[in-house]
């Protein structure tokens, strides 16, 4: 069974730190890109992070310069440190796995962790 499973959300003051963490099982996890999403309520899911196998990092602008993307492929785990927190970032966070297209195949994701940023 293929899973993805997050940890590390929860309620931080604005300019705090979180990191978020994903664990994939399976070592295929390791030629697929992975990338962090979130999702704010009455908005739709959108992309935070994203991190090729090869570890090329792409960023929203919303986040560049505040969070960091990065892979742990012996571990099979992506990590998001989330530095200078904003009360606008809060959403619940995903953790997504996209096949390289050589492979073909779903997206997985993961389950989701609530991160608040709030005084």
């Known amino acids: 069974q293929v899973q993805l499973v997050e940890s590390g959300g929860g309620l931080v003051q604005p300019g705090g730190s979180l990191r978020l963490s994903c664990a994939a099982s399976?070592?295929?996890?390791?030629?697929?890109?992975m990338g962090w999403y979130r999702q704010a309520p009455g908005k739709q899911r959108e992309v935070v992070a994203a991190?090729?196998?090869?570890?090329?990092?792409n960023y929203a602008d919303s986040v560049k310069g505040r969070f960091t993307i990065s892979r742990d492929n012996a571990k099979i785990t992506v990590y998001l440190q989330m530095n200078s927190l904003k009360p606008e970032d809060t959403a619940v966070y995903y953790c997504?796995?996209?096949?390289?297209?050589?492979?073909?195949?779903?997206?997985?994701w993961g389950q989701g962790t609530q991160v608040t940023v709030s005084s």
């Open positions: 399976g070592s295929i996890f390791r030629v697929y890109a």
């Open positions: 997504n796995a996209r096949p390289p297209p050589s492979l073909g195949g779903p997206d997985y």
């Open positions: 991190i090729t196998s090869g570890g090329i990092t």
